[in-house]
């Protein structure tokens, strides 16, 4: 056992951003302890987040292709759903993966604490067990906070365990008849998919005018039409006025838009209303460690703190809160620590909304380029005109690359189609390599596959497309 009075790393909190912190630091040769409640690392991404989130959107996929197999001629009998076998099913993949890491750890000689950790000052921190058993000190050199964030809430509403957040939703206690999700971002369209495909009736409500508010609106488009298909009711520019308990379910008023004055009883309700950072950690009022307005963590390019000791990585450390973003930079923290000359400057975060289809985007989008006035010339190939689109039958999806007219390098790229959010990943090699759209169009991609829409869309930036007429305008 290592001594457990003092560590070189302790690493506060065991999701993405935290267990990749810790590895690596391990790898490096630092003595190193893990701290989370859990029984295993994993975080709100494994157990709460991306990956039960990610198993029922499986299911939902499998549903919804055994149901449109009809179009070319194959009919299933109506499914049967067990919510109790779906539910063991999520949870063994959660209990797997979390257990695997539990494994990894103690190969890489990572001591895992289960316990809350407070911080005593700027060189000690205090663990106290699960369900308040034990107290331990622990000294350190270096800490890296990687708390991550917990669900907004909206203000007013009532009491009730008909309102779930994403926790509850992901839960799958039950099938609701009718469901309204508030928020119609990542979560309400990923969770609002499931929940459809399950046989929910789904009605959104997002308060502003359209969906995936932060992608580019010609991505959200395809998406858009199919929820206008599988959901009952997407209520833009629409807010909640006001929520109360009835006999059997929740009433709710609306206001503006598309829903203004509309009064509807739901059996449940989910609020997607965004995220916010666990950043109120006891005792870092007793460091010198500042947040911004919005509670983040404020960090340097090496993700430390104000105070020297102290590293922050992850959705506490600011957005956007996406895993990869948390693990890239937990892996950076330690090797900052290690002494090494790293920075956090990626060109590329992908983003992938996992939707039916998926939307993706990475590097510079055509909303950013606008806003900031920047010149940039958008190919564009529709998967009307991409034979493995047609085999599958979803030609519902778009692939378009931004390039820099002067220099002709690929800025950003944005995907959406089934599979978008696998696609994405050459997109952001692209861009982090500096490809130029030559490269990419004369790099040989398979043929059929989707991810040769990316080489097409760069084809088309040349007027050159094979698959599509798209002569160059001078
Ligand atoms: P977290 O994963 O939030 O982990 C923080 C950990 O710290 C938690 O276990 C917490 O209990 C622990 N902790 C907090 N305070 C203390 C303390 N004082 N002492 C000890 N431990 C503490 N992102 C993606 O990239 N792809 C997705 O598909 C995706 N899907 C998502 C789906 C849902 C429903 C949700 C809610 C989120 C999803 N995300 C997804 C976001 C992703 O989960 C987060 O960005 C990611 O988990 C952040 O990692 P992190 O390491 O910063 O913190
Ligand atoms: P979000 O920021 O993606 O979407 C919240 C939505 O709620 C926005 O469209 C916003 O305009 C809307 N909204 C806010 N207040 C409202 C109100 N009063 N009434 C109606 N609409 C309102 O947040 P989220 O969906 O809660 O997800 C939180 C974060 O978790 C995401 O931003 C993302 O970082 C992460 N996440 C990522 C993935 C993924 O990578 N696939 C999946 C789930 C969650």
Same mark, same amino acid.
């Given at each position: 056992?290592?001594? #457990?009075?003092?560590?070189? +790393?302790? +690493?506060?909190?065991g999701g993405p951003g935290? =267990?990749?912190?810790?590895?690596?630091?391990?790898?490096?040769?630092?003595?190193?302890?893990?701290?989370?409640?859990e029984? $295993?690392p994993g975080g709100v991404c494994l157990y709460r987040g991306c990956i039960p989130s990610k198993a029922l959107l499986h299911a939902a996929r499998v549903l919804t292709e055994?149901?449109?197999?009809? /179009?070319?001629?194959?009919?299933?009998?109506?499914?049967?759903i067990?919510a109790n076998r779906l539910r063991a099913w999520k949870e063994e993949v959660i209990g797997k993966l979390t257990?695997?890491l539990?494994?990894?750890?103690?190969?890489?000689?990572?001591? =895992?604490?289960?316990?809350?950790?407070?911080?005593?000052?700027?060189?000690?921190?205090? &663990?106290?067990?699960?369900?308040?058993?034990?107290?331990?000190?622990?000294?350190?050199?270096?800490?890296?906070?990687? @708390?991550g964030s917990f669900p907004a809430?909206?203000?007013?509403?009532?009491?009730?365990?008909?309102i779930m957040d994403s926790t509850g939703a992901l839960d799958l206690t039950d099938v609701p008849?009718?469901l309204l999700v508030v928020g119609g971002g990542y979560i309400g369209l990923e969770l609002g998919t499931v929940y459809a495909a399950l046989g929910t009736?789904v009605?959104v +409500?997002?308060?502003?005018?359209?969906l995936l508010?932060g992608a580019?609106?010609?991505?959200? #488009?395809?998406l858009?039409?199919r929820i206008?298909?599988i959901f009952?009711?997407?209520?833009?520019?629409?807010?909640?006025?006001?929520?109360?308990?009835?006999? $059997?379910?929740?009433?709710?008023?609306?206001?503006?838009?598309?829903?203004?004055?509309?009064?509807?009883?739901?059996?449940k309700v989910l609020v997607s209303v965004g995220r916010k950072?666990?950043?109120?950690?006891?005792?870092?009022?007793?460091?010198?460690?500042?947040?911004?307005?919005?509670?983040? &963590?404020?960090?340097?390019?090496?993700?430390?703190?104000?105070?020297? #000791?102290?590293?922050?990585?992850g959705d506490?450390?600011?957005?956007p809160m996406l895993a990869h973003k948390a693990s890239?930079?937990?892996?950076?923290?330690?090797?900052?620590?290690?002494?090494?000359?790293?920075?956090?400057?990626?060109?590329? &975060?992908p983003a992938v909304v996992f939707t039916d289809p998926e939307v993706a985007?990475?590097?510079?989008?055509?909303?950013?380029?606008?806003?900031?006035? /920047?010149?940039?010339?958008?190919?564009?190939?529709?998967?009307?005109?991409?034979?493995?689109?047609? %085999?599958?039958?979803?030609?519902?999806?778009?692939?378009?690359?931004?390039?820099?007219?002067? @220099?002709? /390098?690929?800025?950003?790229?944005? &995907?959406?189609?089934v599979g978008a959010g696998d696609?994405i990943?050459?997109?952001?090699?692209?861009?982090?390599?500096?490809?130029?759209?030559?490269? +990419?169009?004369? #790099?040989?991609?398979?043929?059929? %596959?989707?991810?040769?829409?990316?080489?097409?869309?760069?084809?088309?930036?040349?007027?050159?497309?094979?698959?599509?007429? /798209?002569?160059?305008?001078?």
């Amino acid at each position: 056992m290592p001594d #457990s009075s003092s560590t070189q +790393v302790v +690493v506060i909190g065991g999701g993405p951003g935290g =267990y990749a912190a810790a590895f690596l630091a391990a790898d490096l040769g630092m003595k190193v302890a893990l701290v989370d409640e859990e029984v $295993n690392p994993g975080g709100v991404c494994l157990y709460r987040g991306c990956i039960p989130s990610k198993a029922l959107l499986h299911a939902a996929r499998v549903l919804t292709e055994a149901r449109e197999a009809a /179009r070319f001629g194959i009919e299933f009998p109506p499914p049967k759903i067990d919510a109790n076998r779906l539910r063991a099913w999520k949870e063994e993949v959660i209990g797997k993966l979390t257990g695997g890491l539990g494994q990894i750890s103690k190969q890489r000689h990572v001591e =895992y604490i289960r316990g809350r950790a407070a911080l005593v000052d700027a060189r000690t921190v205090s &663990i106290t067990g699960p369900g308040g058993a034990g107290e331990r000190q622990l000294g350190f050199e270096h800490a890296i906070l990687a @708390t991550g964030s917990f669900p907004a809430m909206l203000p007013g509403l009532p009491k009730s365990p008909r309102i779930m957040d994403s926790t509850g939703a992901l839960d799958l206690t039950d099938v609701p008849k009718t469901l309204l999700v508030v928020g119609g971002g990542y979560i309400g369209l990923e969770l609002g998919t499931v929940y459809a495909a399950l046989g929910t009736q789904v009605s959104v +409500v997002e308060m502003l005018d359209g969906l995936l508010p932060g992608a580019d609106r010609d991505l959200v #488009s395809p998406l858009a039409k199919r929820i206008d298909q599988i959901f009952h009711d997407v209520m833009l520019s629409t807010k909640v006025a006001e929520m109360k308990e009835v006999r $059997n379910g929740l009433e709710v008023k609306f206001e503006g838009g598309a829903g203004d004055g509309r009064v509807q009883v739901y059996e449940k309700v989910l609020v997607s209303v965004g995220r916010k950072p666990s950043s109120a950690i006891p005792g870092l009022e007793k460091t010198r460690v500042q947040k911004d307005a919005r509670g983040f &963590i404020q960090v340097d390019p090496q993700r430390r703190t104000a105070e020297p #000791s102290i590293f922050a990585i992850g959705d506490v450390a600011g957005e956007p809160m996406l895993a990869h973003k948390a693990s890239h930079e937990g892996r950076l923290a330690s090797e900052a620590i290690h002494g090494q000359k790293v920075a956090f400057e990626p060109r590329a &975060i992908p983003a992938v909304v996992f939707t039916d289809p998926e939307v993706a985007w990475c590097g510079l989008t055509e909303t950013q380029a606008a806003q900031e006035k /920047r010149p940039v010339k958008v190919a564009r190939f529709p998967w009307g005109a991409s034979g493995r689109a047609a %085999t599958l039958d979803r030609t519902d999806g778009v692939t378009k690359l931004l390039i820099d007219p002067e @220099t002709e /390098r690929v800025l950003g790229v944005g &995907i959406t189609g089934v599979g978008a959010g696998d696609l994405i990943a050459e997109g952001v090699l692209a861009v982090e390599m500096s490809a130029l759209a030559a490269d +990419v169009a004369l #790099s040989i991609h398979p043929h059929p %596959t989707l991810s040769e829409t990316l080489m097409q869309a760069a084809e088309v930036f040349y007027g050159t497309a094979t698959d599509i007429y /798209r002569p160059k305008k001078s």
